[in-house]
C-alpha cells in the first residue's frame, strides 16, 4: 500500500497591524498634554480664584443643597421612600452607564461620547458654584470628558473597556481622594501654620509637642499605649485561648471573655468610671470598697500620678480587647495540625515546649494580626480617656489631645501637628502588616 505525504497547509499570512502614523501620534500625544494643562490650570483656578459676595449662583435648576433642604422639611414618613427612591435612581444610572455605555456600536458611541462631557458638567454644577466659577467648571468638563474620551477610543482592550473601568472605579476613587488623601495633606500643611492657621511658623507646633506639658505626655502616654495594650491583651487572650481549648463548657467560658468587646469604649469607661470612683465617706467604687474594707484610705485611682492613672485607663483597653484577641488566637490553635503536636508528644517534650516550638510558630500569623490590629486601636484611642478623665492629671493621649486642641482652644496648629506625629506612629504598623500580607499571599 502506498501512502501520499501532503505538505502541511500553509498559515494564512498574518495580518499586519495598524500602526499609527508619526504625525498622528504627535497630534493625539499634544492633544492629551493640552487637555491635562486646561484641567490642572482650570482647578488650580477654580480653588484659588476670590470668592465674590452675594454673586448669584449659577445652576441647573437645583442642585443637592436645594435637594436636602425641600427633603428636610417633608414628613419623616415621606423623607423615607423618596430617600430610598433617590439612591434606587443613582444606583440605577450607575449600572445603566456601566452596562450598557460600553457596547460596540455607533449608538453607544455616542452615549460615550454624551457621558464623557456632561457628566462632569452635571456634576460640578450639582455643587452650585458661583457664577465666577462657571467658566472654571466648563473648563475642567471639558478637559476631563476629552481625557476619559481620548483613553477610552485608544484602550487595547476594545471600545468601552477603560470608560466602564473609570466609571466603576470613579465613585470610590472620588471619595478616598476626599475623605483620606485630601484631608490628609490639609492637615500636613496646617500644622506648619499658627493656631488661626494664617501665619507660617514652621516647626514650632512640632517642638510644642514634645516640649508642652499637653503635648509631651500625650506623646509619652500613647507610646504607654502602644507597648502594653497590645502585649497584655494578646498574652491574655492568648493564654485563655490555650488553657479552655476543646474544654468542657469552652463556647460559655469563651462568651463572658467576649462580651466586653462588644460593649462601646464610651460604655466600658462608664462602667469602669464606677470601679474607680473615688469620693469622701461611704465608697461606692468597688475598688475604693475593697481598699477601706480593709483598712486602708481611699485613693483617686484617676488622678494618681505618674502613670498611675494611665495603667488605669489601659486596663479598660485591655478588658475590652482581650475576648478579640482570644477568639482570633482561639481559632488560630484549633487549625495547628494535630500531627505536629503529636510527633512533638513522641520526642518527649513538656505541654509547655510543644506550646512554645509547635503551637506559638503555627499561629504566627494571627499574632501579628492580633497585634498590630490592637496596636492600631490603642493609638487611636479617644472615647475612653475622654469619658473617664478628660485628659486631666497627664492622663491624655494623642487621640484625645488633638480633638481637644481643636475644639476647646481652637488651635488648628497643634491639633494638626498632633496628628501627623500620630499618623507617623501609625505607618511602620500599616506597612509592616502589608509587607506579611504580601509574603503570605507570596507563600500562597
Not at 176 to 181: A, F, Q
Not at 248 to 256: H, T
Request: net charge positive.
Amino acid at each position: 500500500m502506498s501512502h501520499t505525504l501532503t505538505a502541511p497547509p500553509e498559515a494564512p499570512p498574518e495580518q499586519p497591524r495598524a500602526v499609527a502614523s508619526q504625525p498622528g501620534r504627535r497630534a493625539a500625544t499634544i492633544g492629551v498634554i493640552a487637555a491635562a494643562v486646561v484641567l490642572v490650570v482650570a482647578l488650580v483656578a477654580l480653588f484659588a480664584a476670590p470668592a465674590v459676595d452675594d454673586a448669584p449662583k449659577t445652576t441647573i435648576g437645583f442642585s443637592l443643597n436645594s435637594f436636602f433642604v425641600w427633603i428636610g422639611n417633608l414628613n419623616p414618613l415621606v423623607q423615607i421612600p423618596i430617600a430610598v427612591v433617590a439612591f434606587g435612581a443613582v444606583v440605577a444610572l450607575i449600572l445603566l452607564i456601566i452596562e450598557f455605555a460600553p457596547r460596540a456600536g455607533r449608538g453607544y458611541f455616542w452615549m460615550r461620547l454624551v457621558i464623557c462631557f456632561a457628566v462632569p458638567v452635571v456634576a460640578f454644577m450639582l455643587l452650585r458654584p458661583y457664577q465666577n466659577a462657571v467658566l472654571y467648571v466648563v473648563g475642567i468638563a471639558l478637559a476631563l470628558g476629552a481625557l476619559l474620551f481620548f483613553f477610552d477610543y485608544r484602550s487595547r482592550a476594545g471600545a468601552g473597556y477603560f470608560f466602564q473601568l473609570v466609571v466603576f472605579l470613579l465613585p470610590a476613587a472620588i471619595l478616598l481622594l476626599l475623605g483620606l488623601i485630601y484631608p490628609a495633606i490639609s492637615t500636613i500643611y496646617q500644622s506648619f501654620f499658627d493656631k488661626s492657621g494664617e501665619t507660617f511658623v514652621g516647626l514650632e507646633n512640632y517642638i510644642w509637642t514634645f516640649t508642652n506639658p499637653e503635648g509631651f505626655w500625650s506623646v509619652i502616654n500613647t507610646i504607654i499605649w502602644a507597648i502594653f495594650a497590645p502585649t497584655l491583651s494578646t498574652a491574655i487572650g492568648l493564654a485563655y485561648a490555650a488553657f479552655i481549648d476543646r474544654a468542657r463548657g469552652e463556647k460559655i467560658l469563651k462568651l463572658f471573655v467576649f462580651m466586653p468587646f462588644a460593649i462601646s469604649f464610651v460604655g466600658a469607661g462608664i462602667i469602669w468610671k464606677f470601679v474607680y470612683d473615688y469620693r469622701q465617706g461611704e465608697q461606692i467604687g468597688i475598688l475604693n470598697a475593697i481598699v477601706t474594707l480593709f483598712g486602708g484610705q481611699p485613693i483617686g485611682w484617676l488622678d494618681q500620678t505618674p502613670l498611675v492613672n494611665t495603667f488605669a485607663l489601659l486596663a479598660v483597653f485591655i478588658w475590652t480587647q482581650t475576648g478579640f484577641a482570644m477568639v482570633i488566637l482561639s481559632v488560630a490553635i484549633k487549625a495547628v495540625p494535630t500531627e505536629q503536636l503529636e510527633a512533638a508528644q513522641l520526642d518527649g517534650t513538656t505541654p509547655w515546649q510543644r506550646f512554645i516550638n509547635v503551637t506559638v510558630p503555627g499561629i504566627r500569623a494571627s499574632l501579628i494580626v492580633v497585634l498590630t490590629t490592637i496596636t492600631i486601636a490603642s493609638l487611636k484611642v479617644y472615647d475612653i480617656v475622654a469619658v473617664m478623665t478628660g485628659g486631666r492629671a497627664n492622663s491624655s493621649v494623642l487621640g484625645f489631645e488633638m480633638v481637644n486642641q481643636q475644639q476647646r482652644f481652637q488651635s488648628f496648629g497643634h491639633s494638626s501637628a498632633l496628628a501627623v506625629v500620630l499618623f507617623l506612629f501609625v505607618l511602620p504598623l500599616i506597612v509592616y502588616n502589608a509587607r506579611q500580607m504580601r509574603k503570605q499571599k507570596e507563600i500562597r
